[in-house]
């Protein structure tokens, strides 16, 4: 059976950005300890000879510039924290909402998982495989042609219940001279979660993956039979 390997299951949490916090304070205590040791230097300069006053001034203007930087990027961070907010304010009406998707996880938790076949146009026959993770079939079942729905109830091959855990829906298709190739049917869940993850809004769903809203290709009031 050809594998389909692109699944992404949300069961990871990004690590968290490390705070710019420490190196600004850090930065503008180095600044002021400058400061004071330049005072301290020309209170104390000897009048016959003076210190050189340039590279203080050079030093200043370089502690000055690495400053305005600091403040710079601070200010940066704060609009980029004020972007995030409201990508992830908007992307906050998903959550709760029944949607389509192109998607073949499957995260069994004792209830029907809903799924959409579509027409096919290659093959002259296809089949329904429910896979564990490690590439196991779990289920499988022919199917009959058109567009149709499949709900699986965690049924498996010899009539017992699939434990928990997260599972991969694909739809195989065959001509007479064998397997043509396997795709991914529309899956029909709800979003758990809307979160900020690298540099976009991802939505978290109850079958297990994780997508971008551009992949949700209907949304629905009730998990109602979309046929």
């Known amino acids: 059976m050809q594998a389909i390997n692109d699944l992404t299951f949300s069961n990871s949490t990004a690590p968290a950005p490390a705070p710019a916090e420490d190196n600004a304070s850090t930065a503008a205590s180095d600044f002021q300890s ?44 704060t609009l980029a924290d004020s972007l995030t907010g409201s990508a992830l304010e908007e992307a906050s009406q998903w959550v709760g909402q029944h949607v389509e998707t192109v998607s073949g996880a499957a995260r069994y938790e004792g209830e029907p998982l809903s799924y959409v076949i579509p027409e096919g146009e290659d093959g002259t026959s296809a089949d329904i495989v429910v896979s564990d993770l490690a590439g196991n079939t779990v289920f499988q079942a022919a199917l009959e042609g058109g567009r149709q729905q499949f709900l699986w109830n965690g049924e498996t091959n010899d ?28 899956a029909l869940t709800s979003v758990l979660q809307a979160r900020f993850e690298e540099g976009g809004v991802q939505l978290v769903l109850a079958n297990g993956a994780i997508v971008d809203p551009a992949s949700i290709s209907a949304l629905r009031t009730a998990p109602a039979d979309p046929l």
């Open 34 to 77: 400058f400061l004071m040791l330049l005072t301290a230097q020309l209170r104390n300069q000897d009048p016959l000879s003076p210190l050189d006053s340039t590279q203080f001034v050079e030093q200043l203007a370089s502690f000055s510039a690495v400053e305005q930087q600091i403040e710079t990027n601070s200010r940066l961070e």
């Open 159 to 186: 009539g017992a219940v699939a434990p928990n855990g997260d599972y991969f829906v694909s739809v195989n298709r065959y001509d007479e001279d064998g397997l043509i190739g396997a795709s991914e049917p529309i």
